[in-house]
């Protein structure tokens, strides 16, 4: 019998459009999905763009604007993959729509557009996601399934940082096409929505809530060129951000982003101690996890490290033979498909926008302490 359709219309067509695509392209021919995913239209401004990208990943149809592509009748499911500054439009108007929503993160440039898009999901009672990706690494789930398996005991450390260096020339223009992240006005911040996001999602999926945070931000680069006007303006966005924090649990945490680590391009690492073991998980190597167990025999006790890719680790039977790995572009497969299974038996999948909202606060909060050089208490 041949599946129901699940017609998808996406908004963007940058580097966040392409993994969304190919998700929705690959989910079905490695799981068993519930629904034939079908790309029906991408919708930008640029026609000719929109035309290419359609025509490369075999998209139906394009529309250059987002309400129409939101007042289709022949869509069921809005994807999010444009600026942050559009976020919030298009989630809420999408839900109002009785839509499914996808939306890329963070969920709202600050808590307070996160919490419209919440309320709208909620109230049409669509089905909704956020697309923090580094949730489904196999290694990542791994992870988690050992700490709720208790295997750590009493945690004491949470450490995370996310580690870029693609920022640092002072001639790199702000704003437009690929460099919005430069401009505050369409990104709302610089490296803590951007890349602590990522860092905050998984933390609180693995260590629980975040109750309060001290920071520091700093803006090495305070003016560059705009690339829409053309003139030099000043630079809103944090390009550096550290903060310590308490978990709920009571444990101690150390996270940090920044563009300016010459020499790291995407260097997400996690690290966690507990009273039993420790764990360290890093994007460049992602298919590993270090692990230590402290109950293992003394004479042979030591730091094991775990090659996730084994049929019985996470996802992985869906994927090649033991010992091959995969990459980068599978955790958007992984959530989707996670995704087309919650829709059709009518759960949630997390992330779901109020997940998405939690990071948010966290975040804002961050933001808060580092003007006013306070603890702050996350909201929420
Ligand atoms: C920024 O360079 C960026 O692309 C983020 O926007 C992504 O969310 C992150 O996964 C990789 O880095």
Redesign the pocket.
Known sequence: MAKKQLNIGIVGYG?MGRTHSNAFLQAGRFFDLPCQPVLKAVCARNVERAKSFSDNWGYESIETDWRKLVDRKDIDLIDIASPNDTHAEIAIAAAQAGKIVMCE?PLGRNSSEALAMVDAVETAKVANMVWY?YRRVPAVVLLKKLIDEGRFGRIFHYRAKFL?D?TISQDLPQGGEGLW?LDVSVAGSGVTG??LA?NIDTAMWLNGPIREVTAMTETFIKERKHNLTGEVAPVGIDDASAFLCRFENGSLATFEATRYARGHK?LYTLEINGEHASAFWDLHDLHRIQYFDHRDEGQVRGWRDIHVTDGDHPYMDHWWVPGLQIGYEHTFIHQFADFAVAIDTGKEAAPTFRDGLATDYVTDAVLKSARTRQWENVSG
Do not use: E, T, V
């Open positions: 580097f993160k990706n870029q693609w992240r951007d890349l990522h995407a």
